[in-house]
């Protein structure tokens, strides 16, 4: 019912920024809480933030907290992922997916994915 597609990811040196977005099809968006995970090279896929369905609560992985935002237009259909203060160890595949349970850091509990965005982070 929801399909999701991530953009805005690149290359960008160490302490640069860059803004991720999720677009969603289908009419049920704000129903949804909206997650973001990253997988790098060699590594399992990890949680990075979560932003409940009115997007006035947001979750963040010790490892991004006070770096990167979330965010949502729900007239958009589009949650966002501003990051701040960018690392090498930020390097990942990026994605973006829907769940009912705010808060759970478990792949399982997410719904619906897209099909993820590359960003790289240099020293």
């Known amino acids: 019912q929801v399909q999701l597609v991530e953009s805005g990811g690149g290359s960008v040196q160490a302490g640069g920024s860059l803004r991720l977005s999720c677009a969603a099809s289908?009419?049920?968006?704000?129903?949804?809480?909206m997650g973001w995970f990253r997988q790098a090279p060699g590594k399992e896929r990890e949680f990075v933030a979560v932003?409940?369905?009115?997007?006035?609560?947001?979750y963040y992985d010790d490892s991004v907290k006070g770096r990167f935002t979330l965010s949502r237009d729900n007239a958009k259909n589009t949650v966002y992922l501003e990051m701040n203060s960018l690392k090498p160890e930020d390097t990942a595949v990026y994605y973006c997916?829907?769940?009912?349970?705010?808060?759970?850091?478990?792949?399982?509990?997410?719904?619906?994915w897209g099909q993820g965005t590359q960003v790289t982070v240099s020293s």
């Open positions: 289908g009419r049920t968006f704000s129903n949804y809480h």
């Open positions: 932003i409940s369905w009115s997007g006035g609560s947001t």
């Open positions: 997916a829907t769940t009912f349970m705010y808060g759970s850091r478990r792949q399982d509990d997410y719904r619906h």
